[in-house]
C-alpha cells in the first residue's frame, strides 16, 4: 500500500530526530529512501547508490524499479547516478524520450515506465560518495519547484548519512579494538603459561605458540585460548 505524502519540511523534521546510535547506516538509508519518495512531488521511486573505490551499489530503494534502473547503470559503467556521484551536481533527465546521454538507459526506463529523473549528488565523505536517485512516472515530473525540494532534501540528507556512515565506522573500529585488546589479553595468558612451565623468555614463548600456530594452521589467538582452556580445565579436575 502506498504511503501518502508527507511535506517536506516534517521529512526533514523526522530525520532530524534519528538517534545515530539507535538505528543503523542500513536502517538510515532505508528512512532517507521512504522519506524522499514521499516528500519530493512527482517521485515514483526513490533509491540511494553509494560509491566506493568506483563500485556503485544501490543501499536502499523503494521498488524494485529503481535499483533495477541503478544496477544497469553499474554494469554500464555509465549513468546519471554515477556521474551526480562523481560531481556531486544534480543530474536531470526531464524527458526519457529525448534523453541523448544515456540512450539504452533511457530506453530502458521508458519501457519499465519511468518517464524522467533526478539524481542528486551526496558527498558523503573522501572515500565514499554518492546519490539520491528520484524517478518520475511521467515526463517532465519535476517542476523547478519540485527540484529544488529534492536539492534541499538532499543536502540534509547527505549530512545525516555522513554522520551515520562515521558513527558506524567508529563502532566497528571500537569493537575491532574491544576483539584486539580480547586475542592480545588471552594471547599473554598462554605466554604466561608456557614461562611457567618451560622456564622461558616472553619471546621464546611467544615463538612456540607461533609456531604451533603455522603447524596447526590456525591463528595464534585460537591456540591460544586452547592452551589456556585446557590449564583452566586441569585446575578444576
Keep these: 500500500m502506498t504511503e501518502p505524502p508527507v511535506d517536506p519540511a516534517q521529512a526533514l523534521a523526522e530525520l532530524s530526530r534519528i538517534k545515530l546510535d539507535e538505528i543503523s547506516l542500513d536502517d538510515m538509508l532505508r528512512r532517507v529512501a521512504t522519506l524522499a519518495n ?6 515514483r521511486e526513490v533509491s540511494v547508490t553509494l560509491v566506493r ?7 536502499a ?10 544496477e544497469r547503470q553499474y554494469e554500464q559503467n555509465r ?4 556521474d551526480a556521484s562523481a560531481s556531486g551536481d544534480t543530474i536531470s533527465l526531464p524527458d526519457m524520450t529525448v534523453e541523448q546521454r544515456w540512450p539504452q538507459w533511457a530506453q530502458r526506463a521508458r519501457e519499465v515506465g519511468v518517464g524522467s529523473s533526478l539524481s542528486i549528488g551526496l558527498p558523503i565523505q573522501e572515500s565514499v560518495v554518492g546519490a539520491l536517485n528520484v524517478y518520475g512516472g511521467t515526463a517532465n515530473a519535476f517542476d523547478p519547484p519540485a527540484i529544488a525540494v529534492a536539492e534541499h532534501f538532499a543536502a540534509y540528507a547527505a549530512v545525516a548519512l555522513a554522520n551515520a556512515h562515521l558513527y558506524d565506522s567508529a563502532a566497528t573500529l571500537a569493537e575491532q579494538l574491544r576483539e584486539a585488546m580480547r586475542s ?5 595468558q598462554a605466554k604466561g603459561i608456557i614461562m611457567g612451565e618451560r622456564r622461558c623468555t616472553p619471546d621464546e614463548a611467544f615463538a612456540l605458540l607461533s609456531k604451533i600456530s603455522q603447524d596447526t594452521n590456525r591463528k595464534v589467538r585460537d591456540v591460544a585460548e586452547a592452551l589456556v582452556a585446557r590449564v583452566v580445565q586441569r585446575t578444576r579436575v
Excluded at 514521499?38 to 517521485?43: C, L, M
Excluded at 573505490?53 to 543501499?59: C, M, P, Q
Excluded at 530503494?61 to 541503478?70: I, M, N, P
Excluded at 592480545?184 to 599473554?188: G, K, L, P
Aim: glycine letters at 12%; a negative charge; aromatic letters at 6%.
Design 53 to 59: 573505490d568506483r563500485a556503485g551499489w544501490t543501499a
Design 184 to 188: 592480545r589479553a588471552v594471547i599473554e
Design 79 to 82: 549513468g546519471p547516478c554515477l
Design 38 to 43: 514521499r516528500s519530493v512531488p512527482g517521485a
Design 61 to 70: 530503494f523503494t521498488g524494485d524499479l529503481a535499483r533495477e534502473l541503478d
